[in-house]
T-cell receptor, first 116, second 112 residues
Framework: GAGVSQSPRYKVAKRGQDVALRCDPI?????LFWYQQALGQGPEFLTY????????KSGLPSDRFFAERPEGSVSTLKIQRTQQEDSAVYLC??????????????FGPGTRLLVL | EDQVTQSPEALRLQEGESSSLNCSYT??????LFWYRQDPGKGPEFLFT???AGEEKEKERLKATLTKKESFLHITAPKPEDSATYLC?????????????FGTGTQLKVEL
């Protein structure tokens, strides 16, 4: 079956522009996560949705970052007034249950954001 | 704060030369430890979940093991197609229990 898809795959933005990154999770997956991965680093947690509810946004680095999942399926991560330090790969992951333990998250290919 | 440390940072092996990757962790209460493989330009691909000390899981040339403080990913007779970055992550019982905390990965290169 289809995996997690993300679009666009690459995005170049000028400093100060707003960007929107889209994630299509695996059909029927309840949980959705966003991570940020800097070059040479492991992914870092940004935010978590259970269906349409955003239950954890403790990893969002500033109030310029905003995420939504209005119908409990597709999610959008929005970054306002982009800065050079926002340059990274943004990964989306989904999980079929709301249970926390031992159930893997499945990742999309990521969106590589470059802010000039 | 949950922490994951992976070693070595990079590893170069000859085809058929077995080795192990290490993942040391500190976590308030372990709900699960996960191994992922990541190829350049792609997202992490799930390999294994471990929970109990002493637990082992195998898949082809890979075997993952878990103790109370670390996990090992053993690679037996590797092939060039095993070249990738291997990521270890933990999921804690307390706090943000749904998130994964990752290490920085081990970049494996297998040469002919």
């Amino acid at each position: 079956g289809a995996g997690v898809s993300q679009s666009p795959r690459y995005k170049v933005a000028k400093r100060g522009q707003d960007v929107a990154l889209r994630c299509d999770p695996i059909s029927g997956h309840v949980s959705l996560f966003w991570y940020q991965q800097a070059l040479g680093q492991g992914p870092e947690f940004l935010t978590y949705f259970q269906n349409e509810a955003q239950l954890d946004k403790s990893g969002l680095p500033s109030d310029r970052f905003f995420a939504e999942r209005p119908e409990g399926s597709v999610s959008t991560l929005k970054i306002q007034r982009t800065q050079q330090e926002d340059s990274a790969v943004y990964l989306c992951a989904s999980r079929h249950t709301a249970e926390q333990g031992q159930v893997p998250q499945y990742f999309g290919p990521g969106t590589r954001l470059l802010v000039l | 704060e949950d922490q994951v440390t992976q070693s070595p940072e990079a590893l170069r092996l000859q085809e058929g030369e077995s080795s192990s990757l290490n993942c040391s962790y500190t976590v308030s209460g372990l709900r699960g430890l996960f191994w992922y493989r990541q190829d350049p330009g792609k997202g992490p691909e799930f390999l294994f979940t471990l929970y109990s000390a002493g637990e082992e899981k195998e898949k082809e040339r890979l075997k993952a093991t878990l103790t109370k403080k670390e996990s090992f990913l053993h690679i037996t007779a590797p092939k060039p197609e095993d070249s990738a970055t291997y990521l270890c992550a933990v999921q804690a019982i307390t706090g943000g229990g749904n998130k994964l905390t990752f290490g920085t990965g081990t970049q494996l290169k297998v040469e002919l």
